[in-house]
């Protein structure tokens, strides 16, 4: 018997949260944006597991924006260095959600 092709890929997308009492951002910020790898069988079902995770985590997920799968991205011209191309790898390995970057945003008040 052969092991069934997983129709799973890596979406990147790009996650703004709010606050939230216990989300460990620095107690100054606003909120952040998150840059994840997640997998899933459409872009649909990784945005669904990846705000499901963050939700968990205590984070407040406001939006997400889509980059698309890695052959997307590179068919739009993006430049992917093979870091990020590990992390998206993994995260189709574990069939999981990465979260690669957190910047917090701050007022400038």
């Known amino acids: ?56 985590a205590d984070l407040a997920p406001l939006d997400v924006s889509g980059y698309g799968t890695l052959e997307e991205r590179l068919a739009e011209g993006h430049d992917i260095a093979d870091d990020e191309k590990e992390l998206m790898a993994r995260a189709l390995e574990e069939n999981s959600v990465i979260v690669a970057q957190m910047t917090p945003f701050f007022d400038k008040a």
Do not use: F, H
């Not at 939230?20 to 909120?31: H, K, Q, R, Y």
């Not at 944006?33 to 649909?44: P, Q, T």
């Open 1 to 56: 018997m052969t092991k069934k092709e997983s129709r799973q890929q890596v979406y990147t997308l790009l996650v703004e949260v709010g606050r939230n009492a216990g989300d460990g951002l620095p107690e100054e910020a606003t909120g952040a944006a998150l840059m994840c790898y997640a997998s899933g069988i459409d872009e649909a079902e990784a945005v669904r597991e990846t705000v499901a995770i963050l939700k968990q």
